[in-house]
Every structure is written in C-alpha cells, then in structure tokens.
C-alpha cells in the first residue's frame, strides 16, 4: 500500500512521492519556483516587469531551461516525469503571462481614455464657411427676375466660331466695329466670344416659332484682347437677353428694361434711352438709370451726369432676322446685354474688377450676407 498524500500537481505528485533523491528536490525546486513566479507575476505593475519576469523564468538563462538541462542526470524513468512537470509548469506561467498582460493593458488603455476625455463645454473651432462670388449672386437674382417673367435661360459656348460671334450678328470680315472686339484666336475661325450674343444666333435657328414667341436670356463669361487695370478685364461676364415675337414693339424693351432695371436698383430709380449703334439691333439704345447715390445731383460714381449707363440694347436687326431664317416681315424682336461685373461694381461700389478676380477672401467675404 503506497501512502498518498494530495500534492496540487495532480497524479505525477504521487510518484515523487515514492522516488525519492534528485526527483525529490527537482520537485521542490520547481514548485517553489512556480509560487514564486506566480505571485511576481500577481504583483507586476507594467508591462515591462513582466516581460522582464518571462524573459527571467522562462528565458534561455532562466531555471526552467536549467531544471530542464538538469534531466540529462536523471534516468530514462525519472525524465518523462520531471519534462512533463516542468512543462506543465512553462505552460501554467505562460498562460498566467498573457491573462496578466491583458489585464495591464486593459488598465493602460483605461488610464489614457481618463486622461484624454473630452470636454463638451469647450467651444468647438470655428468651421470657415464659403460664400458665395459677388458675380454668381448677381447672376442668379437677375436670373430669378427673368425667370418670374417667363424667360428661359440657355448657356452658350464660351469658345465659338467666328460665324456665330461676328457674322451673324452683322459684323462681317473688315467691319470697323470688330476693332473694339479683338480676342483670343485659337485658329482663323474659332475664337473665345467676345460677347453673349451669339447665342442669340443659335437660338434663333433652333426655336420652333409655330410653338409661339421666344423669350430668352444667357448668362456667361466673354473675352476680349484687354490690359486688364482697374476698370478693364480680358474677361468678364455679360447677361444676353432676347425676344422675338408677332408684334413686339420699342415700347416692350422699354417696359421690361425699366422693370428690371427698378428691381435690381429699387423702384425709385428712372430710366432714360439715348441712341446708339450695334450693327445687330436698328435702332439701337443705351440705356441710363438715374444715379442712385445723389439721386440725380450729380456725383463720382455718376460723373456728375446724374446718370449711370447700365446697358445696351436695340431692336433686333432685320438682316439678323433674315440670317437665322426669321421672316422680319412678321416677326420683330428686342436685345440687350448687360455687364455683370458693371452691375455689381455700381451696387456695391467696388471700385476695381480685378477685385472679382484675384480670390482674395477678404473681397469675397464682404458678400457673405447678402
Ligand atoms: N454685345 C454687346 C457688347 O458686348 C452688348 C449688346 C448691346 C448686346 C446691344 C445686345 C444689344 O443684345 O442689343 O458690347
């Protein structure tokens, strides 16, 4: 009968118990290791002690390499029993390890989120938000009233033809008044548009007039060969405006102008036509607004005229009917083009184009609330 006596190893326990000699010791030594080992490990506080502590116990140098080299004195019986303790011993200190190393780092994470919480009554940093360019709002309210008045609005090509930007409105090859438009060139025919009223040209062709009149206008940038300086720019931005009808007189171009006119400037404001020439419009006008700043007295902004020039416009001339197969025996029409930059520089009394240009925040953000 072999007196057992409960040892924590389970069942190798028993056989230490009756070998006796170098087994004996062995077995004392690695329990007293693995007690000690334990409770390092219980104790560590970083990360680092406790991988100093595996490096330590389980590294080449470390006492369970060196119970495991002391086996070769062992006997062939003797060896699988002590190799199995010790590495049950390794693998119950391994597994410790890393439930100690999740637990630290668990810790660590806690410690930094309490360091790094948030205040939620800071103010936040202010978000710059964009505004819109002083030009697109220009365009889009002069739009908003010709659209409440039935106008549709079409975009046109910024590059065209030389057909379209001078032919078809009355500026054959050679005519002086191209001297005023010279452009960029990017062949003999095709060249940056000096004006929006080419567009007139291709809606013209296009309309399908047994569907009734046409009411239009188009918006876009144009070019010009120009030094840009305070008052002058290589481009700019003009609005187009065109209406054909049965019967359309001076009388409509004079009451749309000065409705238009009156709700971009404000309904105390007069208008005058004086005559001019366009050799697409016959007769053709320059169209004044009564000056907003002296109301009339005479000052800088309009040169002691008491009259500002707004825009351009004229009846449609019968050759430019006639070019886009329109009958001026039954049809007539009215045209205008207007400066956007003109508009808003005598608004707001910005006194250099440039100004739109340059994409300095400071000019933009005086619009912000407009
Ligand atoms: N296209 C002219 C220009 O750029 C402006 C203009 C004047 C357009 C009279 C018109 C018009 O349609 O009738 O100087």
Request: glycine content about 8%; hydrophobic content about 35%; charged content about 30%.
């Given at each position: 009968m072999v007196p057992r006596v409960y040892v924590p190893w389970g069942n190798v326990g028993y056989v230490f118990l009756y070998k006796g000699g170098i087994i004996m010791s062995l077995r004392k030594e690695l329990e007293d290791l693995k007690l000690k080992v334990s409770q390092q490990i219980e104790q560590a506080k970083t990360l680092k002690e406790l991988d100093d502590i595996r490096v330590d116990t389980l590294g080449k140098k470390g006492p369970i390499t060196k119970v495991l080299r002391g086996m070769k004195d062992l006997s062939a019986d003797e060896r699988p029993i002590v190799g199995a303790s010790a590495n049950e011993?390794?693998?119950?200190?391994?597994?410790?390890?890393?439930?100690?190393?999740?637990?630290?780092?668990?810790?660590a994470l806690n410690d930094a989120l309490a360091q790094e919480s948030i205040d939620v009554t800071l103010p936040s940093r202010r978000v710059k938000r964009g505004v819109r360019h002083i030009?697109?709002?220009?365009?889009?309210?002069?739009?908003?009233?010709?659209?409440?008045?039935?106008?549709?609005?079409v975009e046109g090509f910024e590059v065209e033809s030389d057909h379209y930007n001078f032919e078809r409105m009355n500026l054959p090859k050679g005519h002086p008044a191209r001297d005023m438009q010279d452009t960029f060139y990017i062949s003999e025919e095709i060249l940056l548009r000096t004006h929006t009223s080419p567009v007139q040209a291709r809606v013209m062709e296009e309309h399908d007039f047994s569907k009734g009149g046409l009411r239009m206008i188009s918006p876009g940038c144009v070019f010009r060969r120009d030094t840009d300086d305070a008052t002058h720019s290589h481009q700019f931005h003009q609005i187009e405006g065109l209406v054909i009808d049965k019967g359309i007189t001076m009388g409509d171009l004079k009451g749309t102008l000065e409705f238009v006119i009156k709700k971009i400037f404000g309904d105390e404001r007069q208008i005058r036509l004086r005559p001019s020439f366009f050799p697409f419009t016959e007769p053709s006008v320059e169209i004044d607004v009564s000056c907003f700043k002296c109301e009339g007295k005479g000052c800088n902004v309009c040169k002691y005229t008491g009259w500002i020039e707004i825009l351009g416009a004229g009846m449609v001339h019968p050759k430019v009917l006639k070019m886009s197969q329109i009958d001026p025996e039954v049809y007539a029409g009215f045209a205008f083009g207007l400066g956007q930059e003109r508009i808003a520089m005598l608004r707001f009394g910005i006194n250099d184009i440039r100004g739109f240009y340059t994409n300095d925040m400071r000019f933009s953000e005086q619009f912000a609330r407009l």
């Amino acid at each position: 009968m072999v007196p057992r006596v409960y040892v924590p190893w389970g069942n190798v326990g028993y056989v230490f118990l009756y070998k006796g000699g170098i087994i004996m010791s062995l077995r004392k030594e690695l329990e007293d290791l693995k007690l000690k080992v334990s409770q390092q490990i219980e104790q560590a506080k970083t990360l680092k002690e406790l991988d100093d502590i595996r490096v330590d116990t389980l590294g080449k140098k470390g006492p369970i390499t060196k119970v495991l080299r002391g086996m070769k004195d062992l006997s062939a019986d003797e060896r699988p029993i002590v190799g199995a303790s010790a590495n049950e011993i390794r693998d119950a200190l391994i597994t410790q390890i890393k439930e100690k190393k999740h637990e630290l780092e668990m810790q660590a994470l806690n410690d930094a989120l309490a360091q790094e919480s948030i205040d939620v009554t800071l103010p936040s940093r202010r978000v710059k938000r964009g505004v819109r360019h002083i030009l697109s709002q220009t365009q889009e309210e002069i739009e908003d009233i010709f659209l409440s008045m039935g106008y549709k609005i079409v975009e046109g090509f910024e590059v065209e033809s030389d057909h379209y930007n001078f032919e078809r409105m009355n500026l054959p090859k050679g005519h002086p008044a191209r001297d005023m438009q010279d452009t960029f060139y990017i062949s003999e025919e095709i060249l940056l548009r000096t004006h929006t009223s080419p567009v007139q040209a291709r809606v013209m062709e296009e309309h399908d007039f047994s569907k009734g009149g046409l009411r239009m206008i188009s918006p876009g940038c144009v070019f010009r060969r120009d030094t840009d300086d305070a008052t002058h720019s290589h481009q700019f931005h003009q609005i187009e405006g065109l209406v054909i009808d049965k019967g359309i007189t001076m009388g409509d171009l004079k009451g749309t102008l000065e409705f238009v006119i009156k709700k971009i400037f404000g309904d105390e404001r007069q208008i005058r036509l004086r005559p001019s020439f366009f050799p697409f419009t016959e007769p053709s006008v320059e169209i004044d607004v009564s000056c907003f700043k002296c109301e009339g007295k005479g000052c800088n902004v309009c040169k002691y005229t008491g009259w500002i020039e707004i825009l351009g416009a004229g009846m449609v001339h019968p050759k430019v009917l006639k070019m886009s197969q329109i009958d001026p025996e039954v049809y007539a029409g009215f045209a205008f083009g207007l400066g956007q930059e003109r508009i808003a520089m005598l608004r707001f009394g910005i006194n250099d184009i440039r100004g739109f240009y340059t994409n300095d925040m400071r000019f933009s953000e005086q619009f912000a609330r407009l």
